[in-house]
C-alpha cells in the first residue's frame, strides 16, 4: 500500500511538472501599444545632423525610439524629446546607453543640418537629427506609415506641419515592438523600455 502511495505521489509530481512546463510565458504588459510582427518600418535610409549615412542596422544591439516631426512644431515635437529625455533619466546610465532617440524632420525645407545639430541635442545629447531629400523624407515616411502635410493660413508669414504624433520603439534586432502615443508619460515610457531591454 505504501508503495501505491509513493508511486501515485511520484506521478502527480511529474504532471504538475509537465503542466508547469506547457503552459505559455505570459506576455510583457507594455504601457504602449504592442505592435510585433507588424510588417512595415523595416527600412530607413537617412543622414544625421552629423552628416553621417545611417540606417537601421547602424543602431542593431540597442533600442532605437523612431520619432518624424519638424523644428516649428509648437507643442507636440519639443514635448515628446522633452518626454523621452526624462524616461532615459529614469534608467541607469547602463541601460540608457542602450537606447538610441532618432528624431526624422518632416521639414527639410526649413530643418537644415546645422540647426538641427542644435535643436536636437539639446534636449539630450545622445539624441540624433535625422534629414534628407523631400523624396527621401517621403520615402521614410510611408516606410513607417507617418502621415505629414504642410499647413499654409492665408496672410501667414511661415507655416505649421500637421503630423502623425507618436513614435515608434524598435527592439534590439531593428524590429518594431511599440507604438508610444503623444503625451504617454515618462515613467510608461521608461518601464517599456526596461521589459525591451530585459529580452
Excluded at 143 to 162: C, M, N, T, W
Aim: with cysteine; glycine share 8%; proline share 7%.
Amino acid at each position: 500500500m505504501l508503495d501505491r502511495r509513493r508511486f501515485l505521489r511520484w506521478v502527480w509530481l511529474l504532471s504538475l511538472a509537465w503542466l508547469s512546463g506547457c503552459t505559455p510565458t505570459p506576455k510583457p504588459e507594455f504601457k504602449g501599444t504592442d505592435i510585433t510582427g507588424a510588417g512595415f518600418g523595416r527600412r530607413l535610409d537617412l543622414t544625421d545632423h552629423n552628416g553621417a549615412r545611417r540606417r537601421l542596422d547602424d543602431f542593431r544591439g540597442k533600442l532605437v525610439v523612431l520619432f518624424f516631426g519638424y523644428m516649428h512644431c509648437p507643442d507636440v515635437c519639443p514635448t515628446t524629446l522633452a518626454d523621452m529625455a526624462a524616461a532615459l533619466k529614469m534608467l541607469t546610465p547602463e541601460e540608457a546607453g542602450q537606447v538610441q532617440v532618432l528624431f526624422v524632420t518632416v521639414d527639410p525645407e526649413r530643418d537644415r543640418p546645422a540647426l538641427l545639430k542644435q535643436y536636437v541635442p539639446f534636449f539630450h545629447p545622445g539624441f540624433l537629427g535625422l534629414y534628407g531629400t523631400p523624396e527621401e523624407v517621403a520615402a521614410a515616411a510611408r516606410e513607417f506609415k507617418i502621415h505629414y502635410r504642410k499647413q499654409v493660413e492665408p496672410g501667414a508669414s511661415g507655416y505649421l506641419v500637421d503630423h502623425t504624433a507618436g513614435s515608434y520603439v524598435l527592439d534590439k534586432h531593428s524590429r518594431l515592438r511599440l507604438f508610444q502615443p503623444f503625451a504617454q508619460p515618462a515613467a510608461d515610457i521608461a518601464h517599456d523600455l526596461r521589459l525591451l531591454l530585459g529580452e
